[in-house]
């Protein structure tokens, strides 16, 4: 079949060969994420008969329940299965299975209670959903080591990957265009409002008080990087700074609010879909198939 030269530039934007290197990050980085999530919702009581995580995991208690299963022993298996699948995930074993379970069980958990705010959950839905899709596994899991399971279509990981760096584009336009629309990013007062604001106020406001005068540029700075973010990500000339600026900000996030957790899945995100062309990874000879995978 011929396309014209519009349908070929296409296929190649959606469909450009790639070698596994950011399905690597992504499934190591989310299995890390999970990991902290697994280990803070026991720290927030999961196994309590109180627990805020029970009405919305209550089908599974109800479930478990017939069949003579107290809630505490319905959710201690949910937790554990969640703790498998992370640790799964970071040493590629079933890693398929291992991405589908924890998209899951972590969708149940996100539902059922605020344990943690900002978005942080969605992000983690969004690159679980992107894992478990992916043609996995990748040449750094055991999958692909110990039981000899390959992939070989360049042009699937490419699209996978293409699809995440468009969702993450037009996340932060629009973050960075709702930012702009408004003068609280601009005269820095949305800033200090986030610093101040109840559970992410770690740093004394007497101490906030005496930078100030950063406020707005770290506002301006924030809206200014959102909103290009999907015109000089994209570009191999301005791309490694853009990418550095994004980690740093999201950095600056979770030490100024103690939002660790958010920011971490948010740099796994970002470097997974536009940092293996920036490091040595790519640069290894291995191919996917016969025809040179290239990035």
């Given at each position: ?37 697994a280990l803070s919702l026991l720290g927030e009581a999961i196994l309590s008969l109180e627990s805020f995580l029970v009405p919305r995991l209550g089908w599974f208690v109800t479930l478990g329940t017939r069949v003579g299963l107290r ?197 796994v995100l970002n470097v997974a879909a536009f940092g293996p062309r920036l490091g040595r990874m790519e640069c290894r000879t291995t191919n996917l198939q016969p025809q040179k995978a290239v990035s």
């Amino acid at each position: 079949m011929r396309f014209s030269a519009s349908q070929r530039r296409l296929i190649d934007f959606f469909f450009p060969a790639e070698s596994d290197s950011w399905l690597a990050i992504l499934r190591i980085g989310l299995g890390f994420q999970v990991v902290l999530y697994a280990l803070s919702l026991l720290g927030e009581a999961i196994l309590s008969l109180e627990s805020f995580l029970v009405p919305r995991l209550g089908w599974f208690v109800t479930l478990g329940t017939r069949v003579g299963l107290r809630e505490e022993t319905v959710l201690s298996v949910a937790w554990i299965c969640l703790l498998a699948c992370s640790c799964g995930l970071l040493v590629g074993v079933a890693s398929r299975f291992c991405a589908i379970l924890a998209w899951f069980l972590h969708l149940c958990a996100a539902k059922s209670g605020g344990l943690v705010s900002y978005g942080m959950d969605n992000f983690m839905t969004i690159g679980l959903f992107y894992l478990m899709l992916s043609p996995l596994p990748d040449r750094h899991s055991l999958d692909w080591r110990l039981r000899k399971l390959r992939v070989n279509d360049p042009q699937l990981l490419g699209f996978w990957r293409r699809v995440l760096q468009l969702h993450l584009s037009i996340i932060y336009f629009f973050s960075g265009l709702t930012k702009c629309l408004g003068t609280g990013w601009w005269d820095g007062s949305n800033v200090w409002r986030a610093l101040i604001r109840p559970p992410f106020n770690i740093i004394n406001p007497e101490i906030l008080a005496t930078w100030k005068y950063l406020f707005p540029l770290a506002g301006i700075f924030i809206c200014l990087l959102e909103i290009g973010y999907p015109f000089f990500i994209w570009n191999s000339q301005t791309r490694k700074i853009w990418l550095i600026c994004i980690c740093t900000m999201h950095v600056g996030i979770g030490i100024t609010m103690g939002m660790y957790l958010f920011a971490f899945v948010m740099i796994v995100l970002n470097v997974a879909a536009f940092g293996p062309r920036l490091g040595r990874m790519e640069c290894r000879t291995t191919n996917l198939q016969p025809q040179k995978a290239v990035s």
